[in-house]
């Protein structure tokens, strides 16, 4: 680790911290944020300056006040200028997001994939990609957000399996699009993406998402953070019933098993249904009662079908724990990978500002 940090390098993390304050307020006085950041006046004014100069923040005049004499107004984040795109590849299909820092979204893409192999699938994403990349070449694109299903090493950027692809194998997904594009590049689990948009969202801080299709993905936030690490919060083959269905795993009684045959052939199999809700709801418990959350999202392809699950589910739960306790929410999944995608491209960005 550095034990030294140049100045450079401070103004860099004073440039990051003061465009955080602006995007959290919305809008925001030079007084509020030399408060807020503990700078001192000049040390701020300097950062601001540098924020106007590369198009990252406006000012907006007050135009009630009249009279002579320049009033400075509020100020709050350009839309303009900086872009980040948000990517969620996912087997059945792409889509994507163009967001600007204010987190508003200027154009949406959604592309239906069909892969063989490998270097089919690469070609579709640095396609799929450059299309977005070459339509916004006049703006100023500061990084892209990956979702990404399959197995991840997140620290290396590397997507180790992707669904239904047998030779895609520890392929170096950030480099590759780094290099093409020269733009800096997150990858993330998809469940954390659909977290990281929740959080913005919500209320509360400490949040377990499940993403319910043929299997499950979970994540979790603890104070405000997602909980990260390789191998961690793979819940799919976490037993529910001791010695219940078979699963593909070798082992009985995993909450796959009994997820598995609920959209079998992509339709839901309500005797299957009826027999996942006991084990799910014993396996939502416990992993709130682990991460202590006081909110549960629950997203996915079997969302789909809340109403011929949602009562029941919920009263099971219910079951368990006080409603006072823990919320509980279905959500329908439509663009919530996406969206976290891009707004963690647009967090990387503000974190990683050099100017
Ligand atoms: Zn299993």
């Known amino acids: 680790m550095k034990k030294y940090i140049g100045l450079e390098e401070m103004s860099n993390v004073n440039c ?23 700078l001192s006046w000049g040390g701020m004014t300097k950062i601001v300056n540098k924020l106007f100069d590369h198009g990252y923040i406006v000012e907006e005049k007050d135009e009630s006040v009249s009279g002579a004499g320049r ?7 350009c839309e303009k200028k900086n872009v980040v795109i948000g990517l969620d590849l996912n087997r059945e299909g792409f889509e994507a997001y163009v967001m600007n820092l204010c ?18 699938l690469l ?19 500061l990084s892209i957000g990956i979702a ?37 590049v997150f990858v993330e689990h998809d469940p954390n993406c659909m977290l990281y948009s929740r959080l913005m969202d919500e209320e509360s801080e400490n949040m377990l998402l499940f993403r319910l299709d043929r299997s499950i993905g979970m994540a979790a936030s603890v104070n405000g953070e997602i909980l990260r690490g390789n191998g961690l919060m793979e819940v799919a083959h976490c037993i529910v019933v001791p010695d219940g269905k078979s699963c593909r795993c ?19 199999n309500e005797q299957a249904l009826q027999e996942l809700l006991d084990p799910l709801v014993v396996l939502i418990y416990n992993m709130v009662r682990v991460f202590h959350s006081d909110t549960v999202i629950l997203t996915g392809k079997l ?9 029941e589910l919920i009263e099971r739960f219910y079951q368990y724990c006080e409603k006072s306790e823990v ?20 967090q990387g960005a503000i974190d990683r500002l050099q100017i």
């Open 16 to 38: 990051s911290s003061v465009l955080n304050v602006i995007r959290n307020c919305g809008t925001v006085s030079r007084k509020q944020i030399s408060d807020i950041t503990g």
């Open 71 to 77: 009033t400075p107004g509020l100020i709050r984040i």
């Open 103 to 120: 987190g508003d979204v200027l154009k949406e893409y959604s592309k239906d994939i069909y892969y063989e192999g490998k270097e089919e």
């Open 123 to 141: 070609q579709f994403i640095l396609e799929f990609t450059g299309e977005i990349v070459q339509e916004f070449k006049e703006k100023n694109i």
């Open 148 to 184: 990404m299903q399959g197995v991840l090493d997140i620290e290396k950027g590397v997507s180790v399996k992707f669904p239904h692809c047998p030779d895609w194998n520890h392929v170096p997904i950030k480099a590759i699009l780094e290099q093409k594009f020269g733009i800096d």
């Open 250 to 268: 070798g082992k009985k009684g995993c909450i796959e098993a009994y997820l598995a045959p609920g959209l079998e052939g992509g339709r839901l």
């Open 303 to 311: 969302i789909k079908y809340r109403t011929a699950l949602e009562k």
């Open 327 to 346: 919320a509980v929410r279905l959500v329908e999944e439509t663009e919530l990978a996406v969206q976290g995608a891009a707004l963690i491209a647009v």
